[in-house]
Each structure stands twice: as structure tokens, then as C-alpha cells.
């Protein structure tokens, strides 16, 4: 048997087993189905993109309990000038979550009404009162929530390859989802072997060891996404494990086959597999766990696919739970459509001397602590044997292949197990909004990167990147001198850092009315009706200021147009409230109207530029995105928004 084992490097293991996997179409997810929407769907992954049905909430719903009024009835109301108004013809009590009434567009909370009876006099049913006494006014949408202030229909909700957590069962629910199409979920077998071996629970004797290794790799695997299915113990007999594991992979899509994998004259693992498949590693340069078996085994019943995958786990329980790290979750992920589990690495000063085989990827546990400013780690038991360094460990600090031993006080990096960040592969992108954004984010997603959006407007977005609070910028800042985008606002709010300016999208904006366009507006010149109400984006955005300056062009004051102070921070928030009757129109893109079913008068065509600082620019971090504006597949998603043009997606404008 000494034959067979040979070491090989890591990563040519790990491209060996990858290759046979996907030659036996075994690459990729294994299959989806699906399942109702409901807490069993807690863990599992999405196998497609889910966006939103319905808004949430769907109605302009009350946010206190209270009395439901016209704000503009409430106008003059003071201490001394309060402004009394009857129940049923001028107010109506509602609760907390009640949908308004058509007419009303604010809540006064009851604890700041007077109850009155038809008299006068203070009401005992302080909610059935005659009619209430106000002492203060209230701005329109006082304490209501307007349609959508959650959720938007057709926004992105969940990307595909998400693993569901409990809130994203609530927001899938509350944007009208029922049921959801998943990964389905990888059976992998659990065979232990060994004569030495006693279930749980048995009396023990010297040279009985309780077999618990199969529950660490079922936990594993249980907790990856996957179906562990645990098999009797057989002992160390050949044929025996020969039948067992044919088995197995005639019921399952992975099958570990725990101990035997090493060269002693019990050691049969390498053996079955030769002799039901084929034997692709035996012995993988790593410590611990080198003498790992990897290999692919026929099925003897008619299946969609004819192999299966076996890997033969060492025995000793340090080893048997690192191969579970090292090959098995890479595997479950590739089948569940997820991304890796990729545990957040630190820098960190060892505190002693360690050697290292020579030629190994050595998995060394320590401890992690913070003295001072110094970051420090401990190396703790080495022994394969030993769980409880396991369980002990922060980390894993990992010496690659050719380093022998690091003195004390040398810098290593640290995989953490605890606690877990994503921070470190997130984009901060803070400025304008875009709906080609969340596209953007569920490319990245892909990726590894996780996109962060914070819509502050063009000018937050500029005033983020000065103070270093951000990667990049989405900007689409209308200079009225020279009719250029967002190049005099670098320069003025910039001047400090160097900033390269690159084309993302040219898009339309204009005004966004209901079907079939009831109020028959066709310019801005009609905002100054006084039938139209209008909503406008918040101060600083792009959208805001093109439209100031256009109002300019045309003599038309903020104050001769009805909604001008309301505000609303996206494109699609502003079609929410025009969808929702909160007004007649507003100014946004077209996406933004088709999305939500408006109809749209196209006024203007302008350029969405992402600002980002030379020290990120040239970051791996923001490599992704670049490599996504080069892609054509990426550009053709874009252009498929109604009033997108990508043509010129990537073209660098400036570089100072």
C-alpha cells in the first residue's frame, strides 16, 4: 500500500479534483427546487435573484395613533390660535398601521389633541371625541408611511447565491413572495471505519476510541448547506467497506470515508476506491492531514450523473475537521451556488518561535489577543489528536510551502474563526442613485464583493470621498456655465485629491406622470400649475440641481410650484410617489417610470460619472467593477434599462 501514498501540493490537489468534478458534470449547482416561503427556509440559498412584487407597504399606512388629517387643515395652529376640526367630516381616528384615508396626507398623534365634546367641553372617549383641538401644525406626511417607504416593487431584494437569514424571509414576505427557488441541498455520506471505534454512549477500554469524528464532519456539513447522513461503523475489513461505500454513493452526491487513508496494513481507503472508481490523490502536502485520499466512484444504479465524489478523511480529528474546511465546503459552495466561506484575515505578531515541515502548507491554531496597539498571536497544541485546540483557537495562521519556521516577532496573517467580518471585501459607493446599481451589485456579488450604497446625493457623495468615507462617487452634476458634468464640482470640492472621473451610464431624465397622463402635462412650465402637485429629489443631488437650472432658464420661482419642498432620495422613491398619488409628477429616469408602470415625458439626456479616488482606483478592491465595464454581457444588462446607454461605459474623462 505504500505505493499510493505520495504527497502533492495543495493546489494541485485541489485542480485535480476540480477538473474530474467538472468532466463528470459535477462544476456547478446540482439542482434548485422549490419551497414555500416559511422559517424552513432559514439557511438555505437562493438559486435565483428575487426582486420585489409588491411595495411594502403597498398603502400610505399610519405610523401613530392618532387622528388622520389634511395637513393643510392644521395650517395656523398654535398655543394661543388653536384650530378645532370635527370627527368623520374633517378628521377620523386611526391606529398604528391603518390604511389613511384617501383625503388625508397626516397623523396627529392623540396625545397632542384635545378631545371635545359637541359642547366644548373635554371628550371622556378621548377617541370618539365630537371633533379635536389642534396647538400646532403639521407638514404634509406627518407621521404616515407613504407606499414603498420600504420596499419598492421591481427593486432587488435578495441576489441569487444568498443564504436566506431571518430578516430575508421577512423582507421576501413583505414584497408579496410565497415561494422561493433554492439550491438543493448536497446528500453527502458519513462512513467511519475502524475496529478501534465504539459509538457514543458505549463503556470504553483501552484502545476503544468513541467515534465522533463523523459528527464533527455531519455538523460541518450541516452547517455549509448540505444533508449529512451518518452510516454504522464497519470495521477494517475490505470487502465490508467495499459494500458500505458503494452504497453510499448510490444515495448520496459526496461520500467521506473517514480513516484508513494513511499506509498501515489496515489502511484500506486508498484501496476501495482504486477498486470502485478511480484514485486521483492519495496524500496532499499539508499539516496536519496529509495523507487526505481523493477520488471518484462509479454508481451501480442509473442516476443523472455516473460518478460521485469520495474523499478519504484522515482519522485523526484535527486533520478530519481541517479537510472538512480545506475540500469539503469549497465543494458544498460550488454546488449551493454560494460564495466560499472566506473567514476575515488580520495581521499578527507570533509571540514564539515555529517550525514548519518543509514543502507543507502547514494550518497552524493559535490564539488572537491586542496588547496595546500590537496585535498578537499564540500558537497553541500542534497535535493532530487534540480537538480542544480547535475549539480553543481564534484563528489559523497558515505557512505556505518552503517556509521552514518563523522566529518570534515575525508578522503572520491570521484566518479568523471568530468573530466574522465583511467588511473587508465591501465597496462603499456614496453619492447619486442609479437603478443600474443594484445590477452592479449582483454582478459583484458574484464576485466576492459586496456593494454598499448610501444615496446622499451628487454632491454628498463629492463631500464623502474628501473626508475618505468612501470608495467612489455616483455624480451627475450639472455645471450651468459650461454644461459640463460633475468636472467644476471636483475641482471645487476636490482640490486635494487625485480623482480620476469615469463614464458609467448616459441616461434620460424627465418627468415620471400616471398611465395615460391625467393631468396632461407635457413641460416644466406645467409644475407651476396649480392642480399639479409635484415631488422633488432631496438638495445636493444631480437630479435636484438640473432641475434648478432649468427652472431658471425659464423664470419659474421654487415657491409657484406645490410639492417643491418635498423630498424623495431616488429615482424610484419619486415614482412610488407619483404610482401612489402622493403627486402628480416628478422628475427622475425612465427606468424608474417603466418600472413602476408611470408613463414617461423625456425632457433631457445626461451622464452618471463614477468619482473615485487614484489611491482606490488602483485597489483590487475596485478591480471587479473595471473588469465588469469592459464586459460586454455586463453592458448589454445595462442597455436593457429603459433609457440606458452603456456605449461609453469605462471611458476615462479625467485624470488630475
Request: proline share 7%; aromatic share 6%.
Amino acid at each position: 500500500m505504500s505505493v499510493y501514498l505520495h504527497d502533492i501540493p495543495l493546489d494541485q490537489a485541489q485542480s485535480i479534483f476540480l477538473e474530474n468534478l467538472q468532466a463528470a458534470g459535477l462544476g456547478g449547482i446540482l439542482g434548485s427546487e422549490e419551497i414555500p416561503l416559511d422559517e424552513h427556509a432559514l439557511g438555505r440559498v437562493l438559486a435565483e435573484t428575487v426582486w420585489a412584487r409588491l411595495s411594502s407597504p403597498h398603502y400610505h399606512a399610519a405610523a401613530m395613533d392618532g387622528f388622520a388629517v389634511r395637513a393643510e387643515d392644521t395650517y395656523g395652529a398654535s398655543p394661543s390660535t388653536p384650530i378645532t376640526l370635527k370627527l368623520q367630516t374633517q378628521t377620523v381616528y386611526v391606529d398604528t398601521g391603518d390604511p389613511m384615508p384617501n383625503w388625508a396626507n397626516a397623523v396627529v398623534p392623540i396625545e397632542q389633541t384635545e378631545p371635545l365634546e359637541e359642547n366644548g367641553s373635554i371628550a371622556k372617549n378621548a377617541r370618539q371625541p365630537f371633533a379635536i383641538r389642534l396647538r400646532s401644525a403639521l407638514p404634509p406626511w406627518t407621521h404616515v408611511r407613504p407606499m414603498g417607504e420600504d420596499i419598492i416593487a421591481t427593486q432587488l431584494v435578495l441576489p441569487a447565491g444568498q443564504v436566506l437569514r431571518p430578516v430575508d424571509l421577512g423582507a421576501l414576505a413583505a414584497c408579496g413572495q410565497s415561494r422561493l427557488l433554492v439550491s438543493r441541498k448536497p446528500r453527502v455520506g458519513i462512513i467511519p471505519t475502524g475496529n478501534e471505534l465504539v459509538e457514543i454512549g458505549k463503556e470504553v477500554q483501552a484502545g476503544d476510541i468513541i467515534e465522533y469524528n463523523s459528527i464533527v464532519l455531519a455538523a460541518q456539513v450541516q452547517s455549509w448547506g448540505g444533508l449529512p447522513h451518518r452510516y454504522p461503523i464497519v470495521r477494517d475489513d475490505f470487502d465490508d467497506i467495499c459494500q458500505q461505500v458503494q452504497l453510499a454513493a448510490n444515495e448520496n452526491d459526496l461520500v467521506l470515508l473517514n480513516a484508513g487513508s494513511s499506509a498501515g496494513s489496515e489502511d484500506f481507503s486508498a484501496r476501495v476506491v482504486d477498486s470502485l472508481g478511480k484514485l486521483l490523490v492519495h496524500g496532499v502536502a499539508v499539516r496536519p492531514g496529509h495523507p487526505v485520499i481523493l477520488g471518484m466512484i462509479r454508481r451501480s444504479v442509473n442516476h443523472a450523473t455516473n460518478s460521485v465524489p469520495v474523499i478519504g478523511v484522515p482519522g485523526y480529528p484535527v486533520s478530519a475537521a481541517l479537510t472538512g474546511e480545506i475540500f469539503v465546503e469549497p465543494l458544498l459552495a460550488r454546488w449551493l451556488g454560494r460564495i466560499p466561506v472566506s473567514p476575515p484575515e488580520i495581521t499578527a505578531t507570533l509571540t514564539r518561535k515555529l517550525t514548519s515541515p518543509p514543502g507543507d502548507t502547514d494550518f497552524v491554531r493559535v490564539v488572537v489577543g491586542k496588547v496595546g496597539d500590537k496585535m498578537l498571536a499564540a500558537p497553541i497544541s500542534r497535535g493532530a489528536g487534540v480537538i480542544t485546540s480547535l475549539v480553543r483557537a481564534d484563528g489559523i495562521a497558515i505557512l505556505e510551502p518552503g517556509i521552514q519556521g518563523l522566529d518570534a516577532g515575525s508578522v503572520v496573517n491570521v484566518r479568523l474563526y471568530r468573530p466574522t467580518s465583511e467588511l473587508e471585501r465591501t465597496i462603499f459607493a456614496i453619492g447619486s442613485h442609479d437603478m443600474s446599481l443594484d445590477l452592479l451589485a449582483q454582478e459583484l456579488y458574484a464576485l466576492r464583493r459586496r456593494l454598499v450604497s448610501s444615496n446622499v446625493g451628487s454632491l454628498g457623495g463629492l463631500i464623502a470621498l474628501k473626508r475618505q468615507e468612501a470608495h467612489l462617487a455616483g455624480s451627475h452634476l450639472l455645471d450651468p456655465q459650461s454644461g459640463e458634468y460633475n468636472i467644476s464640482y471636483i475641482r471645487q470640492y476636490l482640490p486635494e485629491v487625485p480623482i480620476s472621473l469615469v463614464v458609467w451610464v448616459h441616461r434620460q431624465q424627465g418627468l415620471l406622470v400616471l398611465s395615460g397622463n391625467p393631468k396632461k402635462i407635457t413641460s416644466l412650465q406645467d409644475l407651476a400649475r396649480a392642480d399639479v402637485q409635484f415631488i422633488n429629489r432631496q438638495k445636493g443631488s444631480g437630479t435636484r440641481v438640473l432641475l434648478d437650472y432649468h427652472l431658471q432658464n425659464l423664470g419659474i420661482k421654487p415657491n409657484e410650484i406645490r410639492g417643491y419642498e418635498l423630498e424623495e432620495y431616488t429615482h424610484l422613491g419619486v415614482a412610488a410617489a407619483v404610482v401612489s398619488g402622493r403627486a402628480d409628477c416628478g422628475l427622475g429616469i425612465t427606468a424608474a417610470a417603466k418600472a413602476l408602470g408611470l408613463d414617461f415625458i423625456p425632457l433631457f439626456a445626461e451622464r452618471y460619472d463614477f468619482v473615485i479616488p487614484r489611491y482606490h482606483l488602483e485597489s483590487p478592491l475596485l478591480s471587479p467593477i473595471f473588469d465588469l465595464m469592459r464586459s460586454e454581457t455586463f453592458r448589454q444588462k445595462v442597455n436593457s434599462l429603459p433609457g440606458y446607454d452603456a456605449s461609453q461605459m469605462g471611458t476615462i474623462l479625467l485624470q488630475e
